[in-house]
């Protein structure tokens, strides 16, 4: 819907084959939502109900031949307790200084995003990223965004891209300092904006995609309790 109110007219349609980005020898494919710019807050909403995700501008889910393994995942966050490892990250990285922000460019935040991939991602492509993919990825979005930005000392440590959606976030995408002894960012990030969902009343996080038989999607299911998208039901795993 739009916030007239009335119906917009969107279209679905199946990508071809490509290399998939987590199971070796595999081929994915997508299903895509079009036209993205009538796709705002209320209906991207819906869309992410259904399973459905958001790379920039474009909103996409899972839509393989053969391969179910991709599983859209969410905690309910009143009911999550962190475990003892939890806890202590959150003390770890408690010195950190978090603001938000809108999705305007900021260099320290490229400098940053340049580094993470070179270090976590080499020769998956997104190291090779100039400036224009960056903000095409990071800033460039239809529905209510913003980034919470974590400083330690002054140092920019963490940034992170969310959605805000009619019944939870949405955890876009996160890059952090990928050298940096002893640290574990990403755990804090999920814990934190677990932590802004409850203030915010909004009851689910949601996470992408968990597949389990990829071992960068195995620290999904640390977080409990976790909700999974399974024939059309949001069930706990």
């Known amino acids: 819907m739009n916030p007239r109110g009335h119906a917009i007219p969107l279209q679905f349609y199946a990508t071809a084959p490509y290399p998939c980005s987590y199971l070796p020898d595999e081929l994915a494919r997508s299903q895509v939502a079009v036209p993205s710019e009538l796709i ?22 899972p839509h393989c031949d053969a391969c179910q393994a991709c599983v859209p995942v969410r905690i309910p966050v009143d009911a999550f307790e962190p475990n003892r490892t939890q806890r202590r990250v959150q003390k770890r990285h408690g010195v950190l200084k978090t603001r938000l922000l809108a999705l305007n460019y900021d260099d320290a935040h490229f400098q940053l995003y340049q580094r993470y991939q070179a270090v976590r991602h080499s020769g998956g492509g997104m190291d090779q990223d100039g400036r224009e993919q960056y903000e095409s990825f990071i800033l460039k979005s239809n529905v209510a965004s913003f980034m919470a930005e974590f400083r ?70 640390q977080y409990k309790p976790i909700e999974g998208l399974i024939d059309g039901q949001w069930r706990a795993l």
């Open 152 to 221: 330690e000392n002054g140092i920019v440590r963490m940034v992170s891209l969310i959605d805000q959606l009619d019944d939870g976030l949405s955890s876009v995408y996160t890059f952090y300092e990928p050298e940096v002894e002893g640290a574990s960012f990403g755990v804090f990030n999920i814990l934190w904006q677990i932590g802004l969902a409850k203030q915010l009343g909004l009851p689910y996080l949601y996470l992408g995609y968990w597949i389990g038989e990829c071992r960068k999607m195995a620290y999904k299911t």
């Open 40 to 61: 705002d807050t209320r209906t991207y909403s819906q869309l992410v109900q259904l399973g459905f995700r958001r790379s920039g501008q474009f909103v996409y889910r």
